[in-house]
């Protein structure tokens, strides 16, 4: 679930994000899902808001319908048909489990290879349309060592180029009874184990911790 933020898209700004925020409207499947008209009459907000207007969803539920949806993509924007919502800055899958697990199992090879052509995909049109791909994954626990690991286990760990680790976490005393962390575990650029606390309900950060040593899962 994608949670609206400002920079999200051109002119979301954190002054609207807090008016949407105000007439229950958090997230990005809230948005699509509401009338912008009634929005921009209940938020005071002018109608030409096309910051709004600019976020797509599509709703797939198996990974077939998602790979004609990416290739629908790549068609639409190569050949320049979406010049009213603008050009496609990110792409956002979540979840990318939800729509491989099943084919993982008795069908292992067949999964397999699906789960590949789908990352084939989401690279090509990082690389060749110059967007940010942001894709989730649940995680499971390692039955030996008993550390999170991602979902999709050791052949998805090596697509994405950056991996953070999002977790909730039992608070010391004094604290909030549920800290949400975010950690780096696999960067290009930066430091593995550089952690921030979440404040899911502003979008802000609490507190960054220095790197630490080795790399989470």
């Not at 550089?194 to 960054?208: N, Y």
Request: with cysteine.
């Amino acid at each position: 679930m994608v949670i609206l933020r400002a920079g999200l898209c051109p002119g979301l700004t954190a002054e609207m994000i807090q008016l949407l925020k105000a007439n229950s409207i958090a997230t990005v499947v809230d948005l699509v899902s509401s009338d912008l008209e009634e929005v921009a009459r209940k938020c005071c907000l002018s109608y030409k808001v096309e910051a709004l207007q600019r976020i797509q969803v599509a709703r797939v539920f198996d990974v077939y319908k998602m790979l004609d949806v990416l290739q629908e993509l790549r068609c639409s924007v190569s050949q320049q048909v979406l010049s009213s919502s603008g050009p496609v800055k990110v792409l956002v899958v979540d979840s990318v489990s939800a729509v491989i697990c099943p084919l993982l199992g008795g069908r292992q090879a067949e999964g397999l290879a699906i789960m590949m052509q789908l990352a084939r995909e989401l690279k090509t049109l990082a690389r060749e349309l110059s967007m940010a791909v942001v894709v989730t994954n649940h995680v499971t626990r390692d039955g030996s060592s008993g550390h999170l690991k991602p979902a999709l286990g050791r052949s998805w760990s090596f697509v994405p180029s950056t991996r953070v680790l999002l977790e909730s976490r039992e608070g010391t005393w004094g604290q909030a009874s549920t800290r949400r962390i975010a950690s780096l575990t696999k960067s290009p650029r930066q430091p593995t184990g550089i952690e921030v606390e979440l404040d899911i309900g502003s979008c802000g950060v609490l507190e960054e911790s220095p790197a630490a040593s080795g790399e989470g899962c």
